[in-house]
Nanobody, 126 residues
Framework: EVQLQASGGGLVQAGGSLRLSCAAS????????IGWARQVPGKEREGVLC????????YCVDSVKDRFTISSDNAKKTVHLQLDNLKPEDTAVYYC???????????????????WGKGTLVTVSS
């Protein structure tokens, strides 16, 4: 059974940081890219913001690349998303997802994900 377990969300003040984690199981970690997307309450889920693969390639979209960093712990099959300099508009449920690694990383952020996990809520107070 494929599982993507997101954790690490919480309440933080503007300017603060959080580190989200996504523990993956039930599929070959090396064959998939793991990405993070978010959904602001009451709005549709945004596209994937950051994505990484076990071999080291990683990518974040321009809107967050200066504040968000994605990394992969292959031994633990876990992908982390470091959120820095958080803003109130970053408040959202953050989801991790997996997609088979069959195209360049920057293209994968636009590709439909194969699996989604349950999200973790990040709340940024002003």
């Amino acid at each position: 059974e494929v599982q993507l377990q997101a954790s690490g969300g919480g309440l933080v003040q503007a300017g603060g940081s959080l580190r989200l984690s996504c523990a993956a199981s039930g599929f070959d970690f090396d064959d998939y890219a793991i990405g993070w997307a978010r959904q602001v309450p009451g709005k549709e889920r945004e596209g994937v913001l950051c994505i990484s693969v076990s071999e080291g390639a990683r990518y974040c979209v321009d809107s967050v690349k200066d504040r968000f960093t994605i990394s992969s712990d292959n031994a633990k099959k876990t992908v982390h998303l470091q959120l820095d300099n958080l803003k109130p508009e970053d408040t959202a449920v953050y989801y991790c997802a997996a997609v088979r690694y069959e195209m360049p990383i920057p293209e994968l952020v636009k590709h439909a994900m194969d699996y989604w996990g349950k999200g973790t809520l990040v709340t940024v107070s002003s």
